[in-house]
């Protein structure tokens, strides 16, 4: 019989207790609400007065006399140019998750042959270098789910589940018996595991990173799981004529940390995959959509920061969706498709730094191919809103540590990528 951790207790609070958490919780959110609603009105004041001082501003008669200016921000053949870049970078992030995919999955058979602590090292590099290159794909994912087959989304939607209960994956402390690995009535192959994800609870995770991220570390880096327990066992210690020896704690723990790693692997050649699937007309709204989702999630989250047992994972202490890397990749993604090739070449100043310089191996001699080193036609006003909101963001970026207990630090990013998020919104409604 499979335990669940039960480490975490409820007490039921009195009466005078919800009503103060309730009380809190809605001023938190009307303190929230407000801030919002003055930025967004900040942003129409800015507009309505930068438009006021020009000298060839002339108001619009009527809600038609204005509409024109805004289809020209990216006209049906500008939009298919920027489509054409965005599926680029979306290829080669793809490509690179899919490379660090292979090095854990090889890196992981390496350590089951032979299971010492040089080569646990070497598997927990490979993971941390796999979930960097996830993350940086956030905005991808959310476009590739708009456009993956049913069978192929589900495996996409829990790959970064988390929190997860680790006493439901293997034993913990207090619970040497406990988790999947310990219940033989569970076969251990991927459509049994992956029909044990979310059973009963949303955290009760059976498949993804963070399952094999419990595995490789164990349940802190202080307190690592004894390589011994990943050692090939070919008999009980004690005879049990009634149990196969596949079913020792042991040889089921080496076989679920192999499907995991294949099923990850597998999951990312996916995503690779999904890149080469024809294309429609809708699709390049699909992908500017999916950056304004990502963009509005990020909003949401500098105004609602993460609970702090969220922002790392127990056991590796690494960032989970990680606010800086976020922004930065959002940027990256938007100044590199802000230029689509044939369409000029946005300002060194406005884009954003490259995320990391192993991020995709074969960026820099893509870029030295297709990319133009001078302008061949004009900028399309797109592009020329993009460069400009980017470098306002990297401005703010650079010059903070994030640190979110700066209210007005916060108000002036949170400003800026609202600015943003209207670009974004009238590309999509051009």
Partial sequence: MRRRN???????????????KLHHRLMALRSQSSRRIRISLLIIVSSLAFNACSPNATPPTNKTAASPAQTKLLSPAQRNLWYGEFSRIGEELALALHRDANQLHRSIETFLQHPNQANRLQAQRHWRSTYDKFQAMEPMVKYLKHIAPPNQLQQLEIMDQWPIIPGYIDSVS????????????????????????????????SVGLHVLEFFLWGESQEQLRPLAQFQTQTAWPTPQPEQAISNHPNNRRRQYLKLLSKQIQSTCYQMNTLWALPRNSKDA????????????????????????????????????????????????VLSESATPVGAGSTSESSKTPKLNASLTQAENTHHASTRPSHNTQKTPPFSQHLSTKIHQINTIVNNSDFNYSDKNWLDRLDFALAQLEATLFNAIAS
Wanted: aromatic share 6%; net charge negative; glycine share 4%.
């Fill in 174 to 205: 207090n619970y040497p018996y406990s988790g999947i690995v310990n219940d033989v009535t569970v076969t251990l192959d991927l459509n049994t595991v992956i029909a044990q994800h979310s059973l009963t609870d949303d955290d009760e995770a």
């Fill in 285 to 332: 709204e699909k992908a500017l959509d999916s950056l304004y989702t990502a963009l509005g999630n990020i909003r949401k989250d500098l105004l609602q920061p993460i609970a702090p047992e969220n922002q790392h994972t127990t056991y590796s202490d690494t960032a989970h969706h990680p606010m800086a890397q976020r922004i930065q990749t959002l940027l990256y």
């Fill in 6 to 20: 039960t480490t975490k207790t409820f007490t039921p609070p009195n009466q005078g207790t919800l009503v103060s």
